[in-house]
């Protein structure tokens, strides 16, 4: 295993910034995710030039306070995990979270970092759907996706 | 399509919403007037003779023989929407279907799966699914003198504006699935006309028994509730995230699992009254 190289963020994502943190969305798998204060500064920091201890010290005096280096290296996993980083050629070392967190200790200085995500609906799963005893043409009208064909077809249950 | 086109149809209307243009042509003279009240809020007539979708309404007619029943069949372009021997259902399925088409076609508008009322000058925004219980919520916020705006969609235009989206609200009686319609006249309470700026928007669902204890939400993760409630996010990324960004600006968020939503009204409409006081002090 090599040691995590300099990552560089996907640049074909749309994102946009809500206080300190960062709305992204991955336009090739739709799905939204919320980077918090801490994630979205070292993201904005993946710039591919950058090693994980330089952005640490980049975040430290962005922040003000020091960052450890165990804080970028859990943002770039979590960042890996959601795919918002160009994937690296060759594997790189992951940090096991309990490990970061027992590194970091419990008095870190800056926020955690924490990425939230959701699959984007299609309009049909936010749309409200047909309930029992509904006229359906097909299962995927109705809420429990169940289309009986009786009485030219009725949602069962849901 | 042709087949559909053959038929002999007795009236046809072009319309207009959020700049989505549909057509409804029925086979039967006398029943566009049942479909006037189902078209989207705020529905003009168009002239024009291309429409994006194309509803054919075929009303079964003459006498059921033994053992056969006749059907009324609507059809959406040449999909078959709903099939069935009670007119009404029909209808409702064409409403049903139109709304969703328009939310998720137009352009001009965002919309979002959510119940909204208007309250001292804001919007107050119910993200959340079918059977989340955004409907009893809102009602429960005209009891105690918000303005109705929807229970099913919150509108929102480029400046991040809500604008009003009063169907008549559908409310499921005695926890059946069944919906019956009231409007807001008949439970009391005004419709709002004007676009408003999002104030709070509450992120619950109901749970019987729960108690109402909501914790504030950041506005990132907020935006990303709406999100998730957004028709035509998959379609329109761009703009949906422009519009969400606009709508958040000055919005509080909080969320959890409520009980009877009397409760859980009173507790956000006293929250929201005590941010007013702290933002004019």
């Excluded at chain 1, 097909?138 to 249950?157: D, E, H, K, V």
């Excluded at chain 2, 409702?92 to 088409?101: F, G, I, K, N």
Aim: proline residues 5%; hydrophobic residues 40%; aromatic residues 6%.
């Amino acid at each position: 295993m090599k040691e995590r190289q300099s990552p560089r963020a996907r640049v074909d994502c749309l994102s946009r910034e809500f206080g300190n943190e960062v709305l992204v969305y991955d336009l090739q798998r739709d799905v939204g995710h919320c980077l918090n204060s801490t994630a979205a500064a070292a993201w904005k920091l993946c710039d591919g030039n950058r090693s994980p201890p330089q952005i640490a010290r980049t975040l430290s005096r962005q922040l003000s306070t020091r960052v450890d280096e165990v804080v970028v290296l859990l943002a770039l996993d979590q960042l890996a995990d959601a795919h918002l980083l160009v994937e690296p050629e060759v594997p790189v070392e992951r940090l096991s979270r309990r490990v970061a967190l027992r590194r970091i200790g419990i008095a870190a200085a800056v926020v955690l970092p924490l990425i939230t995500s959701i699959v984007a609906p299609t309009a049909a799963q936010t749309a409200s759907c047909l309930h029992n005893n509904q006229p359906c043409a097909n299962s995927a009208m109705c809420c429990s996706g169940i289309c009986l064909p009786i009485l030219g077809g009725r949602c069962f249950g849901g | 399509m042709k087949k559909l086109d053959r038929l002999d149809w007795a009236e046809r209307l072009t319309l207009s919403a959020f700049g989505v243009r549909a057509g409804v042509r029925v086979n039967v003279s006398g029943l566009l007037p049942r479909v006037l009240p189902l078209l989207p809020p705020g529905w003009t007539k168009s002239h024009r003779v291309i429409v994006e979708r194309l509803y054919s309404l075929v009303v079964a007619q003459g006498c059921e023989r033994a053992g056969m029943r006749r059907l009324h069949v609507l059809y959406a372009d040449t999909m078959t929407v709903a099939r069935d021997a009670a007119l009404d259902q029909v209808l409702a399925a064409l409403e049903t279907d139109l709304h969703r088409y328009t939310a998720e076609a137009t352009s001009d508008m965002t919309f979002l799966h959510a119940g909204v009322v208007g309250w001292q000058g804001r919007a107050m925004v119910f993200p959340g699914r079918t059977l989340s219980g955004k409907t009893t919520l809102v009602r429960e916020m005209l009891r105690l003198g918000a303005t109705y705006y929807s229970d099913e969609f919150a509108v929102v235009d480029n400046f991040g504006l809500v604008h009003p989206f009063a169907r008549p609200l559908g409310i499921r009686e005695d926890s059946s699935y069944a919906q019956t319609k009231y409007t807001a006249e008949r439970l009391g309470a005004a419709s709002g006309v004007k676009p408003l700026p999002m104030g709070m928007a509450v992120i619950c669902k109901y749970e019987a028994g729960a108690q109402w204890q909501p914790a504030p939400l950041s506005q990132g993760q907020g935006a990303l509730e709406l999100l998730a409630n957004s028709f035509a996010v998959r379609s329109q990324p761009h703009q949906t995230l422009r519009r969400l960004h606009n709508l958040v600006r000055h919005s509080v968020f909080i969320k959890g699992t409520r009980g009877e939503a009397h409760e859980a009204a009173a507790s956000i409409l006293n929250l929201s009254c005590a941010r007013e006081r702290l933002e004019t002090t």
